[in-house]
């Protein structure tokens, strides 16, 4: 039985090994195409390597200048937002981001948010989900070992300062883990989504025939609000707010 369990185990990391190989080098064939100017066998393969289960910064940045190349603006802004989301402080997603979005039709105003929101945004993106994690972690078990020495220490003194250090930092650790959910759990659902037709036109109400706020182009980022059926309310950077049908978004 223990020889069948190590086979088995060897099979499945040798199985492991051959499809990270495997993905690695549709990857870089990708990436050759690209830079022979394939732009459409490269989404093919980038897109083939999403469908797999891959995901990265650098192939959702890849993706999106491919799909910028062949001026699909929507899908463009929606992985390079992808990447953005995975790699926030990366100078080239962020200025690549912008150059396609100076391209889209429409350039709506952006409000900016309470600083308070900005602050925490900014502090998620510092270290994010894991590095946030590991800062938890070490405060944690500081303050672990101070109330150890709490209980242990040899002179008074010691006992109190082992105390005080202790509780502090346990109750300084739920900060940097509360910021690595946080950072987590906006990567998996930001509420944020990008339009990927070329034109619709935003609804006052989630009906067909209600009335038309304003027409909306491909490129368009904007935030959920909520959801009814096969519509979703929507709201623009500018604070404008309507409804849109599902189809036509893409969640970042």
Same mark, same amino acid.
């Given at each position: 039985m223990k020889k069948v369990k190590f086979f088995l185990f060897i099979l499945f990391i040798s199985t492991q090994l051959l499809a990270a190989n495997a993905e690695q080098d549709l990857f870089?064939?990708?990436?050759?195409?690209?830079?022979?100017?394939?732009? +459409?066998?490269?989404?093919? #393969?980038?897109?083939?390597?999403?469908?797999?289960?891959? =995901?990265?910064?650098?192939?959702?940045?890849?993706?999106?200048?491919?799909?910028?190349?062949l001026n699909d603006l929507g899908y463009a802004v929606l992985h390079l937002e992808k990447a953005a989301l995975l790699a926030p402080r990366n100078k080239d997603i962020e200025y690549?981001? #912008?150059?396609?979005?100076?391209?889209?039709?429409? #350039?709506?105003?952006?409000?900016?948010? $309470?600083?308070?929101?900005?602050?925490? +945004?900014?502090? #998620?993106?510092?270290?994010?989900?894991?590095?946030?994690?590991?800062?938890?972690?070490?405060?944690?078990?500081a303050g672990i070992a101070g109330l150890v020495i709490w209980f242990r220490g040899s002179n008074r003194q010691l006992r109190k300062r082992g105390f005080v250090i202790g509780l502090s930092?346990?109750?300084?650790?739920? $900060?940097?883990?509360?910021?690595?959910?946080?950072?987590?759990?906006?990567?998996?659902?930001?509420?944020?989504?990008?339009?990927?037709?070329? =034109?619709i036109d935003l609804k006052s109400a989630p009906d067909e025939d209600s009335e038309n706020i304003l027409e909306l182009h491909a490129g368009t980022s904007l935030s959920i609000l909520d959801e009814i059926g096969d519509w979703k309310k929507i709201r623009l950077s500018n604070g404008e707010e309507g409804w849109l049908e599902t189809a036509v978004l893409e969640k970042i």
């Open positions: 870089s064939s990708a990436n050759e195409n690209y830079e022979a100017g394939d732009f +459409k066998s490269a989404i093919e #393969q980038y897109e083939e390597l999403l469908e797999e289960g891959f =995901q990265s910064a650098e192939l959702h940045y890849n993706l999106g200048n491919s799909y910028f190349r690549n981001l #912008q150059v396609v979005r100076s391209n889209l039709p429409d #350039q709506i105003e952006v409000i900016s948010e $309470f600083f308070v929101t900005r602050w925490w +945004k900014n502090l #998620q993106t510092m270290f994010g989900p894991r590095g946030w994690g590991i800062i938890g972690l070490i405060f944690l078990w930092l346990l109750i300084l650790s739920i $900060f940097p883990f509360a910021l690595g959910f946080s950072a987590s759990k906006n990567i998996k659902n930001s509420k944020r989504a990008v339009i990927t037709i070329a =034109q």
